[in-house]
């Protein structure tokens, strides 16, 4: 399976359901300060989404939670553990990030979802870096969803 990449900003996909790219969920949401898609979601969303992931406890790295999307436009949002408690995206985290979130979207039967580049922004890691990976995890994934994976720009 492929995904289409594109520029711009997640939230404004036309997509079923999007994936936040979260951390283990071990620090409490609310004593983290709001950066990249979680920033976003939380300014946009509303804290929702951020209080029903905390009630999961930890997440496991590279797993994947699914919430409700607060106040976006979204049927969902899947959290995933694309970061470890260095603040490092690792190749395992990313790809299982990928794995996992896309089995929640294939259970639930979305038609689409869109994914921010996983650990490029505070994971650490850079854009083409996390792109590779995304790319091989989802290459060995079957789904009748669309995939779109976004670059955060212009």
Do not use: C
């Amino acid at each position: 399976m492929q995904a289409e990449m594109v520029s711009g900003d997640l939230l404004e996909q036309k997509v079923d359901v999007i994936v936040n790219s979260w951390n283990r969920n071990i620090i409490p949401w609310w004593l983290l300060l709001p950066q990249g898609v979680s920033g976003a979601i939380k300014r946009q969303g509303g804290t929702g989404p951020f209080k029903e992931v905390a009630k999961y406890g930890a997440i496991p790295l590279g797993e994947a939670r699914l919430t409700s999307s607060g106040q976006l436009n979204f049927d969902a949002i899947i959290h995933v553990a694309g970061i470890n408690l260095f603040w490092f995206a690792t190749e395992y985290s990313v790809k299982q990030s990928v794995v996992n979130a896309m089995s929640i979207v294939n259970e639930q039967g979305y038609k689409s979802v869109a994914f921010p580049l996983i650990g490029s922004g505070s994971g650490n890691r850079g854009v083409n870096w996390s792109l590779k990976l995304m790319v091989e995890a989802l290459s060995s994934i079957e789904s009748q969803a669309k995939v779109v994976f976004v670059q955060y720009g212009s």
